[in-house]
């Protein structure tokens, strides 16, 4: 199945509104979920001549890791609290482009309009708006934009704005604005939402150069800079005058032309993003980066586009046949991903991708647990990227681990940009200690999949050796087992515990994983990690016994994995009498009030089953499932779709089901009622992991990689393709039966149901029920 198959199979890569909604509610949402990025930049799709006055809005475009320092100050000054946070930049505005016809402003709050849709388009790698519109005088003109994020050049954004006049001979003017004093979005009643103020940049340099505008601003505290160069392009000739508005660190570029009845006039806009991280002597590259973006037809960046895409469809190709709706939401999902990772080693993976302000541009352990598993069996050079910048934050995780006590080993910060703390709230923030524990299992992860053990050697197990060390500072024996308390696992409704299951769990697997790659890095004669660091081998020892005198919380009577050593002890909270409107519970409920109860915001033990499912007897899972189903309320987007892994593995069909439509479709249908935000990118991944790790069964462990496919009785049927190892396997799943084929590379071990297979070619296995 060649790139070109997978796109002709893939039908719903084009995701389209065929009416235009004013609403203003509809209108933000829409500028999260048509937004154009590549990992790099982000731009949120507004329109480009505006809204009218009082219109709520988040005219933002941003960088992946360029940041400035805000304060967050604490009411009582203990030692060690963050009083000082990183933000994401909204950097510059340049999507202000105002239209006059003959005089008459073009608005769709103004005239009429006669046809109107908006539509992304996943192949192409564009969004597009086209609008029929009747201005108050009668002129009638057709206008299509398209809009590109470039993946060929990181740096390059497009505007493709084309206007065709259809019962008249006139004049035009087009009114394009470069703003560089650019604020944030703010709103002091959503935890989820800053709410400082906005403004961070401070103008410092602006340049016209033949036509060009290049400004430059640095931010207040975090002494970066930021650079964004403007140039257009029209398709017929016009002289386009520029005027700066130094007050307002603003270029505006004025372009007047005559347009005949049935003539096309194309205006083409092209921005340059560049930041002081990357590029030291900024205003320079940001000229080089302009100076090749017009050198070339736009049309070869659109094939640019299109070329890279297609290789990724071709990579993380999955079709599901029967739910058309479905299909396309899922394929939304997916193209989110790779519009949303950072695709070097100065950023990450946002929880809110480049689409919005929400959670402040923050890395979280969203991109280990929820991303990563998707990148690692469609594009494990990505996760290498992920993992490298924690491997590049790791002095910081270490004086964050000096800072909250501990004498040896690395602490990874909650939420983070640049690697320092931003949680200001640390019993749901800088508590959540297994953030140590989901680093160390995505590296496993990676190597699984990958035998990638020259990455191990040189970053990989560094983080493992120092996190494991962590943990055995963090923890102690008692009564012959190793104890880790006054932590907080994935579950924020459950605050500041001793023995949280999914901690102990994922600790006891990176002190045993420390101790594997120990040995194993000795006997391939790299002991370049260990030596650095001054590990030695009575640590490596230690790491090994205290795995094995984990302590994992087990209820007898209910045949349960508590979540900790108090959750059984505290009152059920009554979900189905809690009114519809108090949820999410976070927004109604006092902290303590939610603490003392028997409430779960998200997957938490349910979570540790999945990942470490080797760790309980199946009875032991199935039992925890039902019990903890009944106390989750999943105010939590990365909820729902662990839910639905853990339901397939449990032969769980309808609910499996259940849970996965409710997770696959959270954006496009803002279900969570906050996508004006942004995207949810965990739960996007989560998404992916419901299918592949849910419905097929994926599993990848030392031992091999195993399947046990089951499918919705909704479906006809589903396929999807990874990546293992040095190969490329496509599995397509029956009701009936599953087939199993070699695209390219070596032959491979597969395990069906627990039985083995040789894959060199192709292999069917009939279905079997759970």
């Not at 403004?199 to 150069?209: H, I």
């Not at 709706?325 to 999902?333: D, H, I, K, R």
């Amino acid at each position: 199945m060649t790139g070109m198959d997978v796109i002709m199979g893939l039908k719903q890569l084009v995701y389209e509104i065929e009416e235009i909604s004013l609403d203003n509610r509809d209108l933000i949402v829409n500028e999260t979920v048509f937004h154009n990025a590549n990992g790099y930049i982000g731009i949120r799709s507004n329109f480009e001549e505006g809204y009218p006055e009082g219109y709520d809005t988040i005219r933002g475009s941003y960088i992946n890791g360029f940041y400035d320092i805000a304060e967050m100050s604490q009411a009582e000054k203990l030692y060690g609290l963050v009083e000082e946070k990183q933000t994401m930049l909204n950097v510059a505005d340049t999507q202000t482009i105002r239209l006059t016809v003959d005089g008459e402003k073009f608005s769709l709050f103004e005239g009429r309009v006669l046809s109107g849709r908006r539509w992304l388009d996943m192949e192409k790698g564009v969004s597009k708006r086209a609008v029929q519109w009747r201005s108050p005088s009668g002129k009638e003109i057709e206008i299509t934009i398209t809009r590109m994020a470039s993946f060929h050049q990181l740096s390059l954004f497009t505007i493709e704005y084309g206007v065709k006049a259809l019962n008249f001979k006139g004049n035009l003017e087009f009114e394009s604005f470069h703003y560089g004093k650019a604020e944030n979005y703010s709103n002091e009643n959503d935890p989820r939402v800053a709410k400082e103020s906005g403004r961070y940049l401070v103008p410092a340099e602006a340049e016209m150069d033949g036509g060009e505008s290049y400004l430059t601003s640095h931010t207040s505290k975090s002494g970066l800079s930021v650079c964004t160069g403007v140039a257009h392009r029209l398709s017929k000739e016009c002289r386009i005058v520029t005027s700066h508005d130094a007050e307002n660190h603003c270029v505006v570029s004025n372009m007047e032309l005559p347009i005949d009845q049935n003539e096309r006039v194309t205006l083409i806009k092209y921005t340059v993003f560049g930041d002081s991280i990357r590029n030291p002597d900024l205003t320079r590259h940001v000229k080089e980066e302009m100076k090749k973006a017009l050198g070339l037809p736009l049309s070869y960046y659109y094939e640019e586009q299109k070329a890279y895409l297609l290789e990724f469809w071709s990579n993380c190709m999955l079709m599901i046949e029967g739910d058309d709706a479905l299909n396309e939401a899922v394929n939304y999902n997916m193209y989110q991903l790779v519009q949303s990772v950072g695709k070097d080693e100065y950023c990450n993976i946002t929880a809110k991708g480049l689409s919005g302000e929400g959670y402040e541009g923050h890395y979280f352990w969203d991109t280990e647990m929820y991303i990563e598993p998707f990148f690692n069996l469609t594009e494990p050079a990505v996760t290498k990227n992920l993992i490298s910048f924690r491997y590049n934050t790791l002095k910081q995780a270490k004086e964050n681990a000096r800072l909250l006590g501990h004498a040896k080993g690395a602490l990874y910060p909650w939420r983070t940009i640049m690697g320092i703390e931003c949680s200001g709230y640390f019993p749901s923030g800088t508590a959540g200690y297994h953030i140590n524990g989901d680093i160390a299992y995505s590296i496993v992860t990676y190597y699984l999949a990958t035998k990638d053990l020259d990455f191990i050697a040189n970053k990989g197990a560094e983080i493992i050796f120092e996190t494991a060390r962590l943990w055995m500072d963090v923890g102690n024996y008692r009564e012959g087992s190793f104890r880790i308390n006054e932590v907080t696992g994935p579950d924020e409704y459950t605050c500041m515990v001793n023995n949280n299951y999914y901690t102990n769990v994922s600790a006891q697997y990176n002190l045993s994983w420390a101790y594997k790659f120990y040995y194993m890095l000795e006997a391939a004669g790299w002991r370049q990690a260990a030596d650095r660091i001054g590990l030695t081998e009575q640590e490596v020892i230690e790491f090994k016994q205290a795995a094995d005198a984990m302590y994992l919380p087990y209820d007898s009577e209910l045949g349960i994995n508590p979540q900790d050593d108090s959750f059984l002890d505290k009152k059920l909270w009554d979900l189905e009498n809690t009114p519809r409107e108090k949820f999410p519970l976070l927004l109604h409920y006092h902290p303590l009030h939610l603490y003392r109860h028997q409430v779960c915001k998200q997957a938490d033990t349910v979570l540790a089953h999945f990942i470490f499912e080797d760790a309980q007897p199946l009875e032991v899972i199935r039992n925890s499932f039902a019990y903890y189903e009944k106390v989750t309320t999943h105010d939590s987007s990365l909820s729902t779709c662990i839910f639905s892994i853990m339901a397939s593995k449990l032969g769980l069909e309808e609910k499996a089901y259940e849970y996965f439509g409710d997770s696959a479709k959270l954006d496009l249908f803002n279900t969570h009622k906050n996508t004006k935000d942004g995207i949810h990118t965990a739960n996007m991944g989560g998404t992916y992991m419901a299918i592949v790790y849910g419905f097929a069964g994926l599993r990848i462990k030392e031992s091999g990689l195993y399947f046990a496919p089951a499918i919705p009785k909704q479906w006809e049927g589903y396929k999807f393709q990874i990546r293992y190892e040095d190969s490329l396997i496509r599995v397509e799943v029956e009701p009936d039966k599953s087939v199993f084929t070699l695209v390219k590379g070596t032959g491979k071990t597969v395990y069906v149901y627990g039985d083995s297979y040789i894959l060199t070619d192709q292999f069917v296995v009939p279905r079997k029920h759970l």
